[in-house]
């Protein structure tokens, strides 16, 4: 039963994180620009997905009664956002190579 109590925030709290990702995932075309787009892509690729995939669970969630297992749980969704938010952080961490600046 908790986790039938949980589950709402989490999702809420899921899809706030992914969208302030991919902000931030943006916002390093110019911020970091030293960090090859390819990085940049596959990890927007890894929040994209994760999206999907969140929309998808929650609408075959919606789907089963209470007494259902659920397609979704608390702790799946945690597991998630610490890979990826490790991904990001990663990435906006990353310091400029010392010849970046050099002319």
């Known amino acids: 039963m908790e986790e039938y ?4 925030q989490a999702i809420n709290d899921t899809r706030n ?3 302030e990702w ?4 943006l916002n390093l075309n110019t911020t970091h620009p030293w960090i090859p787009i390819k990085e940049k892509y596959v990890t927007m690729s890894m929040v994209k997905q994760a999206q999907n995939w969140l929309e998808k669970t929650i609408e ?3 789907n089963l009664t209470l007494y259902d ?4 749980k608390v702790y799946e969704l945690n597991d998630m956002l610490e890979m ?3 991904n990001v952080t990663n990435l906006k961490s990353r310091k400029p190579p010392k ?3 050099e002319v």
């Open 84 to 86: 990826l938010g490790q």
């Open 17 to 19: 994180y992914l969208k």
């Open 22 to 25: 991919e902000k931030t995932l």
């Open 99 to 101: 010849h970046y600046y």
């Open 69 to 72: 297992n659920p397609v979704i």
């Open 60 to 62: 075959a969630q919606d």
């Open 5 to 8: 109590k949980l589950r709402p």
